[in-house]
């Protein structure tokens, strides 16, 4: 199993972005993505999650309402759409999967597969 996190970049405060989840050797529909960052000299946090299957997605409080996961299982991707970006949002973003059977675990212990992580910067 490899995953690959794509779609950062630099982007003014304000700006939005659109991460990418992509898999080989597994079907995402068939496990929970969740999305973790970890900003310099900070821990790793989750920020949110698409659940398994129809499952919803699941997204932390502090960024509710600007932080989106969805799925697009024919493509086999999942996305973290970021809106409104602020400078504290800027972290290397990772995606991995949890085989968990409904929700999201918010631990990253919980999660097995990782990807590479793709850089976000929020600045002007």
């Known amino acids: 199993v490899q995953l690959q996190a794509s779609g950062g970049g630099l982007v003014q405060p304000g700006g939005s972005l659109r991460l990418s989840c992509e898999a080989s050797?597994?079907?995402?529909?068939?496990?929970?993505i969740g999305w973790f960052r970890q900003a310099p000299e900070k821990e790793r946090e989750w920020v949110s999650c698409?659940?398994?299957?129809?499952?919803?997605?699941y997204t932390r409080d502090s960024v509710m309402g600007r932080f989106t996961a969805s799925r697009d299982n024919a493509k086999n991707l999942v996305y973290l759409e970021i809106t409104s970006l602020k400078p504290e949002d800027t972290a290397v973003y990772y995606c991995?999967?949890?085989?968990?059977?409904?929700?999201?675990?918010?631990?990253?212990?919980?999660?097995?597969?990782w990807g590479q992580g793709t850089l976000v910067t929020v600045s002007s």
């Open positions: 991995a999967t949890a085989d968990a059977y409904y929700g999201c675990p918010v631990s990253s212990s919980s999660y097995n597969y």
């Open positions: 050797g597994i079907f995402l529909e068939d496990v929970a």
């Open positions: 698409a659940g398994r299957r129809f499952d919803g997605t």
